[in-house]
């Protein structure tokens, strides 16, 4: 799969890290970054009052989550329950994705 990428981006005049970068920072408007912050760690993205206490909202890391997990999170259909949007994203664009986060994830596995 990986051969194919290459493949497939080498010719281009962006390398296919600067690809998967792009699409983690820019996706069909909404950034993941603006959620996932830079590596897609754990995030505060701001705070709220339940029962008068001050609780964080907090972002999941989506460092170590899998990619049947990943690319399902992705493809579902998102309720009102979640503030994730929904991305038509294909699956090449889901894999580079994965891949483009998994850097991230060296040696904590
Ligand atoms: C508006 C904020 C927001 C944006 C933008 C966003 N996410 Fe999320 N994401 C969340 C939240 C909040 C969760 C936690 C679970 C939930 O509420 O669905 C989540 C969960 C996930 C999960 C599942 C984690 C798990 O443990 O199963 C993955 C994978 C993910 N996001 C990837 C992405 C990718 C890739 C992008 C960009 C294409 C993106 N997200 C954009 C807010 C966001």
Redesign the pocket.
Known sequence: MLFFFIQLFGADFITFKEYSKML?EN?RG???K???GNDGGEQI?GYYTKQGVKTPYI??S?QN?GFE??KN??LQY?DS?????N?S?TDNEILA?YNYIQQFNKGKK
């Open positions: 983690y996706p909404i950034s993941c603006k959620c996932h993205l972002i999941p989506i989550v997990r990943f999170s992705l998102k329950k979640t503030i994730m949007p991305y994203l994705l």
